[in-house]
């Protein structure tokens, strides 16, 4: 972190259950190939919400889209000096992050019942297009409302993060 910058948070946007399991288990982040510009808006010490889309599960039609996790960047984002692939996607810049809590699995906050609150989604109706990306840069009133509902849910890393990995096999 340059001493200019302000930590900023951001919701990180995970769309599959093993790249999740990767992320959790490895407390690291990659970023696919072509998003090196978003990647790079992150630094070290920034503030990370780990998002979990409705489809990361398998079952959008069960599963809903949920803030699950509470990190931080312990590393800048550099080109990984081996990429990370999960399926026929390939992951080529990372960092490390520092997981400070987890919700229980199904738990955390419904990022749709919070859209017409923040600022991020200036247009509520169109919200979900500003989340196909890997990130999201949270303005700092979004990050505080996000964290006060997510910081009662969130429970020691080491206690639930087992109940993500099983879900996985």
């Known amino acids: 972190m340059t001493p200019s910058h302000a930590p900023a ?16 288990e490895n407390q690291r982040m990659a970023f696919p190939a072509g998003r090196t510009r978003t990647s790079l808006s992150m630094n070290k010490g920034d503030e990370v919400l780990l998002y979990t889309t409705r489809g990361c599960f398998g079952n959008p039609t069960r599963d809903l889209g949920r803030i699950i996790g509470l990190a931080t960047l312990t590393t800048e984002v550099s080109t990984l000096d081996e990429p990370v692939t999960f399926g026929e996607r390939r992951f080529t810049e990372g960092c490390r992050l ?59 890393y080491g206690e639930v993060v087992g109940d993500y990995a099983l879900q996985n096999r």
């Open 98 to 156: 520092r997981i400070h809590g987890l919700a229980p699995f199904r738990e955390g906050v419904v990022l749709r019942d919070m859209v017409n609150d923040l600022q991020v989604f200036p247009d509520p109706r169109s919200w979900s297009v500003r989340m196909r990306q890997a990130s999201l840069r949270l303005p700092e009133p979004d990050a505080a409302l996000v964290k006060r509902e997510l910081q009662p849910l969130l429970k020691p």
């Open 9 to 24: 948070a951001h919701l990180l946007i995970i769309s599959d259950r093993e790249p999740l399991a990767w992320v959790l």
